[in-house]
């Protein structure tokens, strides 16, 4: 059959680290066949003592033709195990007045 062939750009931008290296907030906006993501984080993300990211905080915007939407997600309470997988995280996404929350627990 046919392979996939799809073209699309992203780019990174408005990108700031602190003193360790560890990217603070950023913006990536992605364009995909006429439709514009940008995903803008809001707050400063954060990381435990190990340098693994605990929290973190995006609005995401998508606009094209006859497209204008908005909405916000966040990822808090994540937990590692001692050699760094991810044992819990809990993502609330908030659209409109419909929220979201996703508990994972591994």
Do not use: P, W
Not at 14 to 29: C, E, F, S
Not at 59 to 81: P, R
Not at 85 to 105: P, Y
């Amino acid at each position: 059959g046919t392979g996939l062939n799809h073209a699309y750009t992203s780019e990174m931008r408005d990108v700031l680290y602190n003193d360790l290296g560890q990217m603070l907030r950023m913006t990536r906006v992605t364009v995909d066949d006429g439709k514009t993501t940008t995903e803008a984080d809001t707050i400063d993300r954060a990381y435990d003592t190990q340098g693994r990211l605990t929290r973190s905080k995006t609005q995401i915007t998508e606009t094209g033709t006859g497209l204008k939407h908005a909405y916000t997600s966040e990822m808090t309470d994540v937990l590692y195990n001692n050699i760094g997988q991810m044992l819990r995280m809990t993502r609330v996404t908030v659209d409109d007045s419909k929220t979201t929350k996703e508990a994972v627990f591994i």
